[in-house]
């Protein structure tokens, strides 16, 4: 899997405390590439299977002009986490432009919308942003979450929706 978002909305964050349960405060710039590996258990419901995956996650540096390396990085993604700062709104202006282009690559892969910084906005305004997103026609958003890389809020529930559509049968 894959994140993608404009510059600064917390995809490094994201990633950091998934995998390494960390937030900090001072900004740290990814150089190219980053894949980070986490293993991870689901639970098959109705069979109450449990089952070990590993979950390789792809991080963009975001200075890199993302049409021009897009291809090779999202190409085989079998699914993306498309990342905005609700702090400001032009990077959530900017998810379906993010979202045509992975769709172009990886039609049938599934994607999840994370409104992330969540703690930096009132309740109010941040249902309001979710109303404006909701409203994005597209098949393949398997669901719409507001996360904080900064205090964890639905961290787990991004990646982990995302496992679970990876393994489904079909
Ligand atoms: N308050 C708050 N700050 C965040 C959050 N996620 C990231 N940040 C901060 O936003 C800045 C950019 O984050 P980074 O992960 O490097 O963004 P990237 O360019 O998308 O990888 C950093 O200073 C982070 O500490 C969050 O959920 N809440
Ligand atoms: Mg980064």
Same mark, same amino acid.
């Given at each position: 899997?894959?994140?993608? !978002? $404009? +510059? %600064?909305? %917390?995809k490094? =964050?994201?990633?950091?405390?998934?995998? $390494?349960?960390?937030? =900090?405060? &001072?900004?740290?710039?990814?150089?190219?590439?980053?894949?980070?590996?986490?293993?991870?258990?689901?639970?098959?419901?109705?069979?109450?299977?449990?089952?070990?995956? &590993?979950?390789? @996650?792809?991080?963009?540096?975001?200075?890199?002009? +993302?049409?021009?390396? *897009?291809? =090779?990085?999202?190409? !085989?993604?079998? %699914?993306?986490?498309?990342?905005?700062?609700?702090?400001?709104?032009?990077?959530?202006?900017?998810?379906?432009?993010?979202? &045509?282009? +992975?769709?172009? @690559?990886?039609?049938? =892969?599934? /994607? @999840?919308?994370?409104?992330?910084?969540?703690d930096?906005? $009132?309740?109010d305004?941040?249902?309001?942003?979710?109303?404006?997103?909701? $409203?994005?026609?597209?098949?393949? @958003?398997?669901?719409?979450?507001?996360?904080?890389a900064?205090? %964890?809020?639905? /961290?787990?529930?991004? +990646? &982990?929706?995302? *496992?679970?559509?990876?393994?489904?049968? !079909?």
């Open positions: 899997m894959c994140l993608i !978002g $404009d +510059f %600064g909305v %917390g490094t =964050s994201l990633i950091r405390r998934f995998v $390494d349960r960390q937030f =900090s405060d &001072q900004y740290l710039s990814t150089v190219g590439v980053k894949i980070s590996r986490k293993n991870i258990e689901l639970v098959e419901v109705k069979q109450q299977e449990k089952l070990d995956l &590993q979950l390789l @996650i792809w991080d963009l540096e975001g200075h890199t002009k +993302f049409k021009a390396i *897009a291809p =090779s990085y999202l190409q !085989g993604a079998s %699914g993306a986490v498309i990342v905005a700062d609700v702090s400001r709104q032009e990077t959530i202006e900017r998810i379906p432009d993010h979202l &045509q282009l +992975f769709a172009s @690559i990886n039609p049938k =892969s599934s /994607v @999840i919308l994370a409104l992330n910084k969540s930096l906005i $009132d309740e305004k941040l249902a309001k942003l979710f109303e404006l997103v909701q $409203d994005l026609p597209h098949e393949q @958003i398997l669901g719409i979450y507001t996360t904080s900064k205090t %964890g809020k639905d /961290v787990d529930a991004i +990646f &982990q929706k995302l *496992a679970y559509k990876m393994i489904e049968p !079909g």
